[in-house]
């Protein structure tokens, strides 16, 4: 079992910069990906950003360039940083552990974008 708890959420303006966190329970170093996704009120849980064990990304179109995803394996922490935020990324966050047998969810985290 693998447990997964994201922080760093909170109320930020347009334009500002937030990083999330997502500590991990278990090594993340077996994990074939981790990755972060969000979901807005009334909408589909949609990617983010991922990271594959091999450190390779890949970003959602509409965050490429603004949002980066990295891992430390030491501490089985993956990060978020998030900058150039728009009130359209509005939701809660979550952390996904993709293991060799299932996935894993975190509980989530608020990120709200507002002036």
């Known amino acids: 079992q693998v447990q997964l708890v994201e922080s760093g959420g909170g109320l930020v303006q347009p334009g500002g910069s937030l990083r999330l966190s997502c500590a991990a329970s278990?090594?993340?170093?077996?994990?074939?990906?981790m990755g972060w996704y969000r979901q807005a009120p009334g909408k589909q849980r949609e990617m983010v950003a991922v990271?594959?064990?091999?450190?390779?990304?890949n970003y959602a179109g509409s965050v490429k360039g603004r949002f980066t995803i990295n891992r430390d394996n030491a501490k089985n922490t993956v990060y978020l940083q998030m900058n150039s935020l728009k009130p359209e990324d509005t939701a809660v966050y979550y952390c996904?552990?993709?293991?060799?047998?299932?996935?894993?969810w975190g509980q989530g985290t608020q990120v709200t974008v507002s002036s």
């Open positions: 990271i594959t064990r091999g450190g390779g990304t």
């Open positions: 278990t090594s993340i170093s077996g994990a074939y990906v």
């Open positions: 996904n552990y993709v293991g060799s047998n299932r996935d894993y």
